[in-house]
């Protein structure tokens, strides 16, 4: 029989499932996220996720993580972990002008 927390659990990425349009590897990460203890979801529209410290930025980056889910090994003492989720490729002509802007404003300085 399922614990209360894990059904919780279930709802919640299954709703992530509904709601967003996932690569089959991600489809794949969720199924296998049942087995750990899940700390934190995190999802948004605007901005994202950084890929390698899990921190949300609002400005629009080459590739951008919409879904962040913190979560732990339960079974083994470990550190919390981030898995990142739904990645977006920014509008490369937003992007790019972005970019021009910003480099122009460091040469200014």
């Known amino acids: 029989m399922k614990s209360i927390k894990s059904l919780k659990t279930e709802k919640k990425l299954q709703r992530i499932k509904d709601h967003f349009d996932l690569s089959k590897l991600d489809l794949q990460i969720l199924d296998k996220l049942l087995d750990y203890e899940i700390y934190s979801i995190c999802c948004t529209t605007d901005g994202g996720f950084d890929r390698v410290t899990g921190e949300f930025y609002c400005e629009e980056r080459m590739i951008n993580y919409k879904i962040k889910i913190i979560y732990r090994d339960n079974k ?25 802007n910003i480099l122009n404003l460091q040469k200014a300085s």
């Open 76 to 100: 083994k003492p470990s550190k919390a972990k981030h898995v990142l989720l739904k990645p977006e490729m920014a509008d490369t002509v937003y992007y790019r002008h972005s970019q021009k």
